[in-house]
């Protein structure tokens, strides 16, 4: 079953400009995880938020996780044609599932140079 | 430093064909491996996670199989090949004592006619 849902589905700006998805789940995690997918590529990790952290850096990338919400968003500051892709959360649940990694439908992104 | 290795990248089959897809992780050891599938424009969808050789949970009622031979070798198989088995599939590793972060190969297109 879909676990995380990203909003909105498609996602279009001008370079320079910062890009902001949004993901929802149903259930407890673990942690969060973002992914990203360049067309007919594999998916590269980006960046992973535990469940007891509220926000997380990395370069240009700023996660941030709430848990009373199950909700988390991902911030692209200063974007680049080069970040034209898909971007897609995933969730590790607790407990017994969680060898399992759920992905949503991913949210695709254009950056307009 | 640990790769992922995952053949043919594209595959053409008819309707009814047999199906093996391999995918091969070297610089590490027992990994927990995972078989995805991707349809167009979708998010993913687990088939298969393997926590050892011959440990496979499968995640979805389907036309497939999958195989853990040896320790880094994961196989997807198919006996007769559906139209719906068309899709983007995705293997990839996760470090079995973090449990965190998954590794991708690069993705075989199979198109089923």
């Known amino acids: 079953s879909q676990q995380g849902e990203e909003d909105p589905q498609a996602l279009s700006i001008q370079e320079g400009e910062n890009a902001t998805m949004n993901c929802s789940y149903k259930?407890?995690?673990?942690?969060l995880q973002w992914y990203r997918q360049n067309s007919g590529r594999g998916l590269v990790h980006l960046i992973l938020i535990r469940s007891n952290e509220r926000e997380k850096h990395s370069g240009r990338l700023r996660v941030t996780l709430d848990t009373s919400k199950k909700s988390s968003s991902l911030l692209i500051t200063a974007s680049r044609a080069a970040d034209t892709a898909s971007y897609f959360c995933a969730t590790a649940p607790m407990g017994a599932g969680s060898y399992q990694l759920t992905f949503g439908k991913g949210t695709k992104l254009s950056v307009i140079p | 430093s640990q790769t992922i290795h995952q053949w043919p990248a594209t595959l053409v089959q008819p309707v009814g064909s047999p199906l093996s897809l391999e995918c091969t992780v070297e610089?590490?050891?027992?990994?927990?491996l995972y078989w995805y599938r991707q349809a167009a424009g979708r998010g993913l969808q687990l088939l298969f996670y393997?926590?050892?050789?011959?440990?496979i949970s499968s995640e979805v009622p389907q036309n497939l199989s999958a195989s853990r031979p040896q320790d880094r070798q994961f196989i997807l198989s198919s006996k007769k090949l559906l139209l719906s088995d068309s899709g983007f599939y995705l293997c990839a590793w996760r470090d079995r004592v973090t449990n965190e972060k998954l590794f991708f190969g690069s993705g075989t297109q199979l198109s089923v006619l």
């Open positions: 259930t407890s995690i673990n942690n």
């Open positions: 393997s926590i050892g050789i011959d440990q």
């Open positions: 610089g590490t050891s027992n990994p927990n």
